[in-house]
C-alpha cells in the first residue's frame, strides 16, 4: 500500500511539472520612474483701490466708492466671496448704513449688481456673499461700493469714524465657504 501511495505521489510530481514546463510564457517589465503629481491653487493677488474711504456721511445720504479690483492669481477656476470684519474700539455704524455692491467691466461700465437692492450692514459681518463665480488665473474682479446712511442715525454719531476690514474670501468653484468673516 505503501508503494502505491508512493507511486502516486509520483506520477503527481511529474505530472505537475509536466504542465508547469508546457505553459511558459514570455514577459517584460518597464518602471517608469519620477511621475508628479500636484495640486492646482485658489489665491488672491493684488487688490487696488482699498482700503475704501467714504466720507462726509449724514443721515439721508447716498455715497460711494471709487472702482475697487480683486486679482485672482489662482490655477483653478474659483468663485469670490467677501465679508466684513468689526474693527474694535471705533465708532460702529452697522445699524444705520446699509450698502449696495456693483459689478463693473474693465472699462467701469455697469455689469451686474451683487446686491441689487440696499442691504443691513449687518449681514456681511455673519456670513459671505457671493461675488464673483468661475474666475479664471489673473481675472480682475471689479466692483463700486454704495452707501446709505439711515435717516434715523443718532446724533450722537456725528464726527465719529466707523472702522470694518472687508474679508475677500477665494474658494474653488462650486465649493461653499466655512464659517463666518468675523471669525477670522
Not at 517584460?28 to 462726509?56: C, Q, R
Not at 472702482?67 to 492669481?73: D, I
Request: aromatic share 14%; glycine share 8%.
Amino acid at each position: 500500500m505503501k508503494r502505491i501511495a508512493l507511486s502516486l505521489m509520483t506520477i503527481a510530481v511529474v505530472a505537475t511539472m509536466a504542465a508547469s514546463a508546457t505553459n511558459a510564457y514570455f514577459s517584460d517589465t518597464k518602471i517608469v520612474a519620477n511621475n508628479t503629481f500636484s495640486t492646482g491653487t485658489v489665491t488672491l493677488g493684488e487688490v487696488y483701490n482699498m482700503p475704501i474711504n467714504i466720507s462726509g456721511l449724514y443721515p439721508g445720504a447716498e455715497k460711494s466708492s471709487d472702482l475697487v479690483a480683486v486679482n485672482y492669481t489662482g490655477s483653478l477656476k474659483g468663485d469670490l466671496y467677501f465679508g466684513f470684519k468689526e474693527v474694535p474700539g471705533h465708532a460702529n455704524f452697522t445699524n444705520y448704513i446699509k450698502f449696495q455692491v456693483e459689478v463693473l467691466d474693465s472699462n467701469g461700465n455697469h455689469v451686474d449688481w451683487v446686491y441689487p437692492t440696499w442691504q443691513e450692514a449687518l449681514y456681511p459681518y455673519t456670513d459671505w456673499t457671493k461675488a464673483a463665480s468661475g474666475l479664471n488665473q489673473n481675472d480682475w474682479a471689479r466692483y463700486k461700493v454704495y452707501v446709505q446712511m439711515g435717516t434715523d442715525t443718532p446724533n450722537s454719531l456725528q464726527g465719529k469714524t466707523a472702522y470694518a476690514d472687508i474679508v475677500f474670501y477665494a474658494i474653488q468653484e462650486g465649493a461653499t465657504p466655512t464659517g463666518d468673516p468675523s471669525s477670522l
